[in-house]
């Protein structure tokens, strides 16, 4: 059964993905399950945005798996049940810190503590707060990659009073919520603990301070100035109070009846919590998981205000959305390092994964990343060349234009041009901007040791002999039999003909003292693309400049 017959068929769609164990459908099926002990017209998952420095890629992650966790719930009830995305970003947050990777930082300190939609916009006058600033950039890279979503402002709902229904039901229920909390602090945080934090009328900071009484019939709170050393009543509704983040987070849930939120490990007990707070006010938490944390190259949590890690232009500079996509769908519960050189591999597995689904049936297709990633409907598979290909093709070459690189495919797969593939002209761009950035400043050749000079040039005539029309796979049989020899030989894994096979040592060598790099594509590949001619005058090249 193919993708289209499967989408002209929901139920039995349905019934493969209720036996998949793709982690998008173990997801959605723990929602289905909810649903089955309290019925719903409508299903929210929530995505959250912390606005305190600038979005980055975990950012879109979040909302990516989230997206895909929301698909594989609308096949599993054949989309007879309402869905909404709403990504809410915690603009009313009081500025900590100022963040590294902002102009204006002083500007800033000024007003530290202050909800960060009253913080000015340090970037330019075109917001009217750094909160806004931030909000802006957050929903353009979200419509950039189609997302469909609402977004949500912390500020707005609480200013428009829609969370001021539960934050009475909190108020009522504020000796329940600390007692799930204040075992969780140390004494001195213990002592001026409270669920709200009121906002300063005078300063427009947003205060620490312990509440001194409480008014449930009035819906109001007293706590003693911080600056005047006076007792303040204000109602916790109307935008006056913005609750802590655990208890601000259960509130959320309950106010907007959240159905799905994943979060990362780093907050596993904030969630515990939250749900504790949540279940006090008579609502059940959503469903979710925790993610594990991308690291940046030196193994360390990216982060927003320090601004390590790649960002999501970073990223699209070098490589296509979907790679991206893929990267987030892979092992969301595993830690992964979130450095310009995973980006090469994703490229291409993206590519593979997407070749290989004609080949299988529809349960497999289930289990394949780009059904995900393009929500059942993967487009059809057609590049030519991958992208360690081209990476050496233009380190080989020197080749910093998309001209001559399109010279070379043009060659290899004749009819083949940048207005029959735009993707693979697309890919062609990201390439050299990687060459540039990443494998040219970082290119070094070694010097072949006495039997690799011999191995080299028998590899040099043997290329010369061949006819110019040879295939990849002739070329790369070529490379395989001038291989097999000592130090090269792999007595472990045998050839076709029994014959000892070939280590990987052989083909490393010839891209460490060709190519000045450490690894590359497959090399009768690489060969056919750039041409016989050109391989015997690199060997040629590579030979007299360690002679």
């Not at 709902?157 to 934050?167: K, N, Q």
């Not at 003292?513 to 391989?535: H, I, T």
Request: aromatic letters at 10%; hydrophobic letters at 40%; charged letters at 25%.
């Amino acid at each position: 059964m193919s993708t289209i017959d499967l989408a002209a068929n929901p139920s039995d769609l349905r019934a493969l993905a209720e036996q998949s164990n793709a982690w998008p459908f173990e997801q959605a099926k723990a929602i289905v399950a909810r649903l089955k002990k309290t019925p719903k017209d409508e299903v929210l998952f929530e995505t959250g945005y912390g606005p305190s420095g600038l979005p980055h890629i975990g950012t879109f992650g979040e909302v990516a798996r989230t997206t895909m966790v929301r698909h594989a719930f609308r096949v599993l009830t054949e989309d007879k049940i309402k869905t909404r995305l709403l990504a809410f970003s915690d603009d009313m947050d009081g500025l900590r810190k100022v963040p590294d990777n902002v102009p204006n930082r002083d500007m800033m300190a000024a007003h530290l503590g202050k909800p960060l939609t009253r913080v000015p916009d340090p970037f330019s006058n075109e917001h009217p707060s750094f909160g806004a600033a931030n909000n802006a950039r957050l929903r353009a890279f979200l419509d950039h990659f189609g997302f469909d979503y609402e977004f949500a402002s912390s500020t707005d709902y609480y200013t428009s009073g829609r969370f001021d229904a539960t934050l009475l039901k909190m108020l009522a229920a504020y000796d329940k919520v600390m007692a799930i909390i204040l075992p969780t602090l140390g004494p001195d945080r213990r002592a001026t603990y409270s669920p709200f934090l009121p906002i300063s009328k005078t300063s427009g900071v947003v205060l620490q301070v312990p509440m001194i009484r409480r008014d449930i019939a009035a819906g109001t709170i007293t706590y003693v100035d911080p600056d005047s050393g006076e007792e303040v009543e204000t109602p916790v509704t109307g935008g006056n109070v913005k609750c802590q983040w655990k208890a601000d987070w259960a509130m959320r849930w309950v106010a907007l009846g959240v159905d799905y939120e994943m979060a990362g490990k780093d907050l596993i007990d904030s969630v515990k919590l939250s749900g504790q707070i949540t279940r006090a006010l008579g609502a059940s938490p959503p469903e979710g998981f925790n993610y594990e944390l991308f690291l940046d190259e030196q193994g360390q949590k990216i982060s927003k205000s320090k601004g390590n890690g790649l960002t999501i232009d970073e990223w699209l500079r070098y490589a296509s959305p979907e790679s991206l996509s893929l990267f987030m769908y892979r092992e969301p519960k595993a830690a992964k390092r979130l450095h310009f050189d995973v980006i090469p591999r994703m490229v291409d597995d993206y590519q593979q994964f997407l070749d290989g689904l004609p080949r299988q049936d529809a349960k497999q297709q289930l289990q394949n990343p780009v059904w995900h990633i393009h929500a059942g409907q993967p487009p059809k598979a057609d590049m030519p060349v991958t992208f360690q290909l081209l990476l050496t093709l233009v380190s080989s070459s020197n080749a910093e234009n998309a001209e001559t690189l399109w010279g070379f495919i043009g060659r290899y797969r004749p009819g083949v041009t940048p207005q029959t593939h735009p993707k693979l002209d697309a890919l062609v761009g990201y390439a050299i901007n990687y060459y540039r950035d990443f494998v040219a400043p970082t290119k070094k050749f070694r010097e072949p040791t006495d039997g690799e000079r011999v191995a080299l040039q028998d590899l040099r005539d043997a290329l010369s002999q061949l006819p110019s029309t040879s295939t990849a796979e002739e070329i790369q049989n070529v490379v395989y039999e001038i291989g097999r020899r000592e130090p090269f030989l792999d007595l472990v894994k045998k050839g076709k003909d029994g014959r000892p096979g070939v280590s990987l040592d052989w083909f490393n060598m010839l891209y460490q003292v060709l190519l000045g790099q450490e690894k590359g594509p497959r090399f009768g590949s690489f060969v056919a693309v750039y041409g016989l001619a050109n391989a015997v005058a690199m060997i040629d090249g590579a030979l007299a400049r360690s002679a």
